[in-house]
């Protein structure tokens, strides 16, 4: 079990507008530098049973139409066969429109798994893929299957597991990290909950941004044996992953259609 700081914490990132604001010779601003990000988002591809790969995504943010675009035909992505929702800030789920590029080309639909609170949320910025009836005939938005989750229980997604992470993520606002595996994906914190530090137990960690930080994130592996590496656009983890075919059936059940 690792330890972070009490109390809020702020990690190290370059936002737009230190972007805009860098002179030319800084490092966020030269064209393929790792210090630098869209979105946080990540994309989870294991080997199914079945002997069908799957392609599970976390998070479709403002910039996730740009980051497929660059990275999903690098590493061979088509079809998606699911989106899981973290929280319903535009970071999180301003690319729910892009997902009509899937859905009007690639595949029928797409399985959106969200809390019931997000949920009421895309009711709201996103009414007109939540209920397709009120846009005019013919118009063409994503077609999206929403799937309630359980913030306290794990839940199958094409027979893996994955487990909520409830978080703070500001002062009364809880956002969901999810861990399958022993990967465990945070990706907005304030603060994390002493119940969901119990779920981190020999968990992967990997912090946003890049370089100058990740040195000294190296003596993490010395004085916490935590192996602990910044994370960039395009980054690509192996990491073992169990698939358990019988629990499909137990993901529908815990996964009713709302919409
Ligand atoms: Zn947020």
Redesign the pocket.
């Known amino acids: 079990m690792f330890t972070l700081p009490p109390g809020p914490m702020t990690w190290p990132s370059f936002e737009f507008h230190d972007f805009i604001s860098s002179p030319p010779e800084a490092a966020a601003v030269q064209p393929g530098n790792k210090n630098r990000r869209r979105n946080t988002s990540l994309l989870i591809r294991y080997a199914h049973p079945d002997g069908r790969r799957r392609h599970i995504v976390i998070d479709a943010g403002k910039f996730f139409y740009h980051s497929a675009l660059q990275w999903f035909p690098y590493f061979g992505v088509r079809e998606l066969d699911a989106v899981i929702i973290?929280?319903s800030?535009?970071?999180?789920i301003g690319g729910l429109d892009d997902l009509r590029d899937w859905t009007n080309n690639i595949q029928e639909s797409i399985d959106v798994y969200t809390s019931q609170r997000d949920f009421e949320v895309m009711k709201k910025t996103h009414y007109y893929i939540v209920d397709s009836s009120s846009i005019v005939k013919g118009t063409a938005v994503s077609d999206i299957e929403f799937r309630i989750i359980s913030e306290t229980q794990p839940f199958f997604v094409h027979g893996l597991q994955v487990t909520p992470l409830p978080v703070w993520?500001?002062a009364g606002?809880k956002?969901l990290g999810f861990r399958v595996g022993n990967l465990c994906y945070i990706?907005?914190v304030s603060e994390i909950p002493a119940d969901t530090y119990r779920l981190l137990e020999n968990c992967m960690m990997h912090l946003m941004d890049h370089d100058k930080v990740n040195m000294e994130l190296r003596l993490l592996l010395e004085s916490e044996g935590l192996d602990v590496q910044l994370s960039y656009d395009g980054l690509r983890i192996p990491l073992p992953l169990a698939v358990n075919p019988p629990q499909l059936a137990l993901a529908n059940d815990l996964s009713p259609r709302d919409r």
């Open positions: 973290t929280h800030h535009a970071d999180a993520h500001g606002y956002s990706s907005d």
